[in-house]
């Protein structure tokens, strides 16, 4: 389980010395700590699970990325190369990304397999596809080729 995973890539961390890795995996777990208590609130006791981590993931890369967009128009390099060795760190636990034919191709089943048929319906496709592809794809990317499509 990935949980399993970050906590003992931590301790591998820490151990090789390696200060990068160790404050990103702190921000991850503490990440992942708020949301397990947020999500006790609402009744889930083991906190949250393997979606809901992958999803954190790709939004701390988000986050991630464009912090390096502001960091590069301010002209601070050693900041926003810190941001990206984060975000490498980061992807390391991600399953490997979904290129862009593969994204179109996943959201035209999605579109199928739902049954939409114009703009309304692209809430139900995204939905499905973060149920189905959750860590394997940006999203975001994937909402503008499923507006594309759904409107065209």
Known sequence: MLRERLNEELKKAMLAKQQRATATLRLILAALKD???AARGKGQTEGIGEEDI???LQTMIKQRRE???MYQKGGREELARQEAEEIEIIEGYLPEQMDDAAIEAAIRQ???SVGASGLKEMGKVMATLREEYAGQMDFA???QVAKALLSG
Do not use: N, P, Q, V
Request: hydrophobic share 45%.
């Open 110 to 112: 999605a579109i199928e």
């Open 54 to 56: 992958l999803s954190m």
């Open 67 to 69: 912090s390096i967009e």
């Open 141 to 143: 990317k994937a909402g």
């Open 35 to 37: 949301r397990d208590i």
